[in-house]
């Protein structure tokens, strides 16, 4: 079994950045696939962003230049940065975890994941 639990959530206004964090516990040598998920209101759970534990990393289009996934396994935290915030990235962000390889992250469903953070809302406003 693997715990996580994000911090790091809060608002701020467009173009600003913010820093989440995932701390993961547990059976962490079994994870071999991380990620970041958001879910906005009313809409589906999307992947954000990947990272194995070769360190590959996957973003969807519409984070790419502005996000970047890392993972500090000294410390089991992953850690997502988002730069160049948008109003339409308010969402609340989960941390997921599988463990069997990613798939790309455009193709990514949540019930592939086992193990799930209980989320942190970050809300941009313009």
């Known amino acids: 079994q693997v715990q996580l639990v994000e911090s790091g959530g809060g608002s701020v206004q467009a173009g600003g950045s913010l820093r989440v964090s995932c701390v993961a516990s547990?059976?962490?040598?079994?994870?071999?696939?991380m990620a970041w998920f958001r879910q906005a209101p009313g809409k589906e759970r999307e992947g954000v962003a990947q990272?194995?534990?070769?360190?590959?990393?996957d973003y969807a289009e519409s984070v790419k230049g502005r996000f970047t996934i890392s993972n500090d396994k000294a410390k089991n935290t992953l850690y997502l940065q988002m730069n160049s915030l948008k109003p339409e990235d308010t969402a609340m962000y989960y941390c997921?975890?599988?463990?069997?390889?990613?798939?790309?992250?455009?193709?990514?469903?949540?019930?592939?994941?086992?193990?799930w953070g209980q989320g942190t809302q970050v809300t941009v406003s313009s």
């Open positions: 997921a975890a599988e463990e069997v390889p990613c798939p790309p992250v455009a193709d990514a469903e949540p019930y592939e994941y086992n193990y």
């Open positions: 547990g059976d962490t040598d079994s994870t071999y696939c």
């Open positions: 990272i194995d534990s070769d360190s590959r990393t």
